[in-house]
């Protein structure tokens, strides 16, 4: 008796075992399975956000119920906490990002979640465990994940939620280009567009934490007074709209802060301009982004007699394997800086199952609003 038992058993894992997300969306019992404690290990049932061919997200993805997969002996099963909708994660959903997941696939790229369960083999992990996907890893827009164990980090457990599920993106991208392209000491300083995006909200506060100069410019909008206070509250020293830099001498509004050798641009166009303007001589621009969808285009004057270098930043390029133990160290201190109150921005945490008003504000559809971060515990 104990050996047919054991043989329904095998056939009733076997297509749950091999199960991919594609078989998934067709799965009969994909709404509504239900798995009794058999001797292999399975993962809880997963409500998960996905799309199955590229296009609008507000239209192509939807949110299933996912069947419970099989957690090997190398495996951890994650319950996820949070995880943010960023740009990127928007871009892989519309097909244009440079690199993304095969469809059918599940959305969202980085996050935190607490250990449930953990392969025979797993070392170093424990159920209660504070971890995030480090380098980041597709498909976190779901309550339960199963992936190896050299995926996932542990961190520390007093993190802020909000702040572990989005420090990776970001912050980190902040902290490599303020490091990377140029040596900055204190008394220094460096220029930036699109200061009011996270990555320029990191930007100023690890500057100013540095004791390096920050000149920062925003796009002109209602309300740019109070933007440009919010900004030097978190240590701006100068705040800039675009329509106060139509002078000739833009560096005569910098009140003895020295020509910046480094600048940033996620906007392009007559913001990249900008930026080129208050770089010194030698100077270096990193571009990191493209919001306004418009060509940076540089004066041959500033290439031949300012000796500008332009410059290009990717995170995912630079998170190769072999950088992933480094990024794992810097990970920790910008959560050190997050705990001790160094480092903030303006989130928005929402529940899950109002995924679908987060994802219309991440769109734009609601104007400027705070960075949605998909609270799986609401």
Same mark, same amino acid.
């Given at each position: 008796m104990a050996s047919l038992v054991r043989s329904a058993t095998l056939r009733f894992l076997k297509p749950l075992r091999n199960l991919t997300l594609n078989d998934a969306f067709n799965h009969p019992r994909t709404q509504t399975l239900s798995v009794r404690a058999f001797s292999t290990?399975?993962?809880?049932? /997963?409500?998960?956000?996905?799309?199955?061919?590229?296009?609008?997200?507000?239209?192509?993805?939807?949110?299933?119920?996912?069947?419970?997969?099989?957690?090997?002996?190398?495996?951890?099963?994650?319950?996820?906490?949070?995880?943010?909708i960023n740009p990127s994660d928007i871009n892989r959903i519309e097909g244009v990002y440079p690199v993304r997941p095969q469809v059918p696939a599940v959305g969202g790229y980085e996050g935190v979640g607490e250990v449930h369960s953990v392969g025979s083999a797993v070392k170093g992990l424990?159920?209660?465990?504070?971890?995030i996907p480090s380098p980041p890893s597709f498909g976190t827009w779901q309550t339960h994940i199963v992936k190896d164990q050299s995926v996932w980090y542990?961190?520390?457990?007093? /993190?802020?939620?909000?702040?572990?599920?989005?420090?990776?993106?970001?912050?980190?991208?902040?902290?490599?280009?303020?490091?990377?392209?140029?040596?900055?000491?204190?008394?220094?300083?460096?220029?930036?567009?699109?200061?009011?995006?996270?990555?320029?909200?990191?930007?100023?506060?690890?500057?100013?934490?540095?004791?390096?100069?920050?000149?920062?410019?925003?796009?002109?909008?209602?309300?740019?007074?109070?933007?440009?206070?919010?900004?030097?509250n978190l240590g701006a020293d100068e705040v800039f709209t675009e329509s106060q830099l139509e002078v000739k001498n833009v560096k005569g509004l910098l009140s003895g802060i020295p020509e910046p050798a480094l600048g940033f641009n996620c906007v392009g166009g007559n913001a990249a301009s900008l930026v080129l303007k208050?770089?010194?001589?030698?100077?270096?621009?990193?571009?990191?982004?493209?919001?306004?969808?418009?060509?940076?285009?540089?004066?041959?004057?500033?290439?031949?007699?300012k000796n500008l270098s332009l410059r290009g930043f990717w995170l995912q390029n630079w998170m190769s394997t072999e950088k992933a133990k480094e990024c794992r160290v810097l990970i920790d201190s910008l959560?050190?800086?997050?705990?001790?109150?160094?480092?903030?921005?303006?989130?928005?945490?929402?529940?899950?199952?109002?995924?679908?008003?987060?994802?219309d504000k991440a769109?734009?559809?609601?104007g400027s609003q705070p960075k949605q971060v998909i609270n799986f515990q609401l």
């Open positions: 290990t399975l993962s809880p049932p /997963s409500k998960a956000v996905v799309y199955e061919q590229h296009g609008p997200p507000d239209r192509v993805t939807r949110v299933i119920q996912l069947p419970p997969v099989e957690v090997k002996e190398n495996d951890v099963c994650v319950k996820m906490l949070a995880a943010p424990l159920p209660g465990d504070l971890v542990k961190i520390n457990k007093n /993190s802020p939620l909000e702040y572990a599920a989005t420090i990776t993106v970001n912050p980190l991208t902040a902290l490599r280009m303020l490091e990377d392209f140029v040596t900055l000491n204190k008394g220094d300083a460096i220029v930036q567009n699109g200061a009011t995006s996270i990555v320029g909200q990191c930007i100023i506060q690890l500057a100013h934490h540095r004791g390096i100069h920050n000149i920062n410019i925003i796009r002109d909008r209602t309300g740019s007074d109070e933007v440009k206070e919010k900004l030097k208050f770089l010194g001589r030698g100077g270096t621009m990193v571009t990191y982004g493209g919001m306004s969808k418009k060509p940076i285009t540089v004066s041959t004057t500033s290439f031949i007699f959560l050190d800086l997050a705990r001790e109150g160094k480092l903030k921005y303006e989130m928005e945490l929402v529940p899950f199952d109002n995924f679908n008003a987060a994802l769109l734009g559809k609601q």
